[in-house]
């Protein structure tokens, strides 16, 4: 059983928790220990799993990923307004070889998943991505990853996996689960051209780091239709992290990281969430543990919804264009927009869920004035392919 192959939360952190207030998350989360064993997974909605494995590195780590500094700092955090129940599974430490430890994660992650419940991943490097969403083999047809990084992980042809070039191997290998990769906040500097040309080529969705942080709400939407959220620290400013080996002096804010990881709890898709690359350092592991805390405040709020579930919730907009009628729907209860794409509808498809693609309302307004969402015109485009 994988299960097997985890390490208990240390005893520095428990011990630490002894001294937490009775509303601390560490009072809350049930977790993994020597003298306990594992905790029950029965009535589990999130489970903490950290994964120490990092010989994969592009750029070789100095020190093991101090997984026991992000508990203690996550621990501290108070609870919230929250029903679900959190257990922390403890770490998966190396294997004899990197792809034992893949074998592990997949493993582990595809046990939670057949559980229904979440799990959220403390990864050294982000090459631990690619067994990730290998757990989703025989478990969901065709998935949705989204990237939180300034870079796109593409890689060099010949090259290896690593914490750079994960998304290649994702692309290429087989069984082909992937029907749609996003990026959030990537900064064109740090990517060839090639790679910016190859995520149009596969109408992939990519938005800059300048677009996203003049309005961050454009994230939603992205982040509402995945399945599995891969996030880099190295998208956070290295004055955000306190550490600047490694780290841009541009990226994200902590603000701004913790609401993108709000959006990703809140989505009733995202059955993956992992964060990875982050630093040894005080300051990063309280934003690394402010980012889970984010995460399941949104996921404890999570509506699932439908227009075609529940028509009367929603107010149906009907928009003709040149090129196709667009049909939006606007929810009553939320807000949120959605827009439906006519080559994905075909009842034949395991793609069939996917018809209906999450918008925003300047989607709509940017239809009216004859504007094609782009988001649409991809979704468009990928269901002829």
């Known amino acids: 059983m994988a299960f097997d192959f985890l ?46 494995e990092s010989r994969n590195a592009f750029e070789k780590k100095i020190d093991k990923l101090d997984t026991s500094s992000i508990r203690i700092e996550l621990y501290k955090l108070m609870m919230g307004n929250w029903n679900s129940t959190i257990v922390d599974m403890g770490d998966i430490e190396e294997g004899n070889t ?44 065709m998935i949705n990853l989204v990237a939180v990084d300034s870079r796109f992980d593409f890689g060099m042809e010949d090259e290896l996996i690593s914490s750079n070039s994960y998304m290649s191997k994702i692309i290429t290998d087989k069984p082909n689960n992937l029907f749609n990769f996003s990026n959030i906040g990537y900064q064109s500097y740090f990517n060839a051209q090639e790679e910016i040309d190859l995520m149009e080529r596969l109408f992939f969705d990519a938005y800059r780091l300048g677009d996203l942080i003049s309005d961050i709400k454009l994230a939603e939407p992205t982040l509402r239709n995945a399945h599995m959220v891969s996030l880099d620290a190295r998208a956070i400013r ?13 990226g994200f804010t902590g603000r701004e990281i913790c609401a993108i990881a709000r959006y990703a709890g809140l989505s009733d898709n995202v059955s993956v969430f992992g964060i990875y690359e982050m630093e040894n350092s005080n300051q990063s592991s309280q934003l690394m543990a402010q980012i889970i805390w984010y995460f399941i405040e949104g996921f404890n709020f999570r509506v699932k919804e439908s227009p075609y579930i529940k028509p009367d919730e929603f107010t149906k907009y009907t928009v003709p264009t040149e090129l196709e009628q667009l049909i939006f729907y606007k929810s009553h209860l939320t ?8 080559s994905i509808f075909s009842t034949d498809t395991k793609l069939h869920s996917a018809s209906l693609l999450p918008c925003t309302e300047k989607d709509y307004l940017d239809a009216c004035e004859q504007n094609i969402p782009e988001r649409w015109f991809k979704a468009y485009k990928k269901g002829l392919n």
């Open 335 to 342: 807000q949120r927009w959605w827009i439906e794409v006519p």
């Open 238 to 250: 290295a004055a955000e992290m306190a550490y600047n080996n490694g780290f841009s002096p541009n």
């Open 7 to 52: 390490v208990p939360v240390a005893d520095k952190v428990l011990a630490h928790t002894e001294l937490l207030p009775e509303q601390a998350l560490g009072k809350k989360i049930h977790k993994h220990t020597d003298r306990e064993g594992l905790p029950v997974l029965a009535f589990a909605s999130v489970a903490i799993v950290g994964v120490r």
């Open 98 to 141: 990197v792809e034992d430890t893949y074998f592990v994660v997949k493993e582990i992650v595809a046990g939670l998943l057949e559980e229904k419940i979440i799990p959220i991943i403390i990864g050294a490097t982000q090459d631990i991505t690619y067994a990730a969403y290998r757990a989703f083999d025989g478990i969901i047809d």
